[in-house]
């Protein structure tokens, strides 16, 4: 079955303790990208990735790092989480460049006290 | 800059009967693409339909087709026969044709569906 997938779903942490977040794809999908969902915000991009070795920032990178090692995963690794980095993550992905359709993970609710 | 605006924060229905949600968006760009996703209450974002700008001819995917008007800059959904599984966040998206594809996201509109 075609999916993203992300792990964990859920995870309450406290201030600075480092924490990864994976997300995995098996379509073979060149495009990713890591989204934060906050109450009356909508999504707004975190970081993506247009292929392995290949990262750029989005909207919102400060406080997270990205990898883009393997074409099927990208993790998103928050060195030093703080409070404001509470919400609900989604890491999303889409066939090729020009491809319009991004595919969406579970999402991934993440507190931190 | 390009924004997304959903005026309708939330909507109820009743089962069968037919739905719009409305979507307006602001951009000086004549190449994108707009969406439509879903997101019930186990969270996952759903794509539920999408419309190319430079067609003119409105999507449709069984009960759920779009309007879109192009100079208005609007984009509405309407569900029809709406069914209890229908209850969810619907967002509106947009996308350019530009390097990193980012969608730029509405707020979203809460809709139930009462039985």
């Known amino acids: 079955e075609a999916q993203v997938t992300q792990n964990p779903r859920y995870l309450i942490t406290v201030t600075g303790k480092k924490l990864t977040v994976t997300c995995s794809q098996n379509?073979?999908?060149?495009?990713m990208s890591w989204y934060r969902q906050d109450p009356g915000l909508g999504l707004r991009q975190i970081y993506y990735?247009?292929?392995?070795?290949?990262?750029d920032k989005g909207d919102v990178p400060e406080g997270y790092k990205v990898s883009r090692k393997e074409k099927r995963n990208f993790p998103l690794i928050l060195e030093s989480p703080s409070p404001n980095q509470t919400s609900l993550y989604f890491c999303?992905?889409?066939?090729?460049?020009?491809?319009?359709?991004?595919?969406f993970g579970p999402g991934t609710r993440l507190t931190v006290l | 800059a390009q924004t997304v605006t959903q005026s309708q924060p939330e909507m109820s229905v009743q089962e069968a009967e037919t739905v719009t949600l409305s979507c307006t968006y602001d951009?000086?760009?004549?190449?994108?693409?707009l969406f439509w996703y879903k997101q019930p209450p186990s969270r996952q974002m759903i794509l539920v339909i999408r419309?190319?700008?430079?067609k003119q001819q409105n999507a449709t995917e069984n009960r759920f087709s779009v309007n879109f008007q192009k100079a208005a800059k609007s984009f509405s959904l309407k569900i029809s026969d709406s069914q209890l599984g229908d209850t969810a966040m619907y967002f509106c998206?947009?996308?350019?044709?530009?390097?990193?594809?980012?969608?730029?996201w509405g707020a979203g509109t809460k809709l139930i569906i009462k039985p």
């Open positions: 951009t000086s760009e004549s190449n994108y693409y």
């Open positions: 999303a992905s889409s066939l090729e460049l020009g491809t319009d359709t991004q595919y």
């Open positions: 990735s247009m292929n392995v070795e290949v990262t």
């Open positions: 998206a947009f996308m350019k044709h530009s390097l990193n594809y980012q969608l730029i």
């Open positions: 419309q190319e700008a430079y």
């Open positions: 379509m073979n999908h060149e495009y």
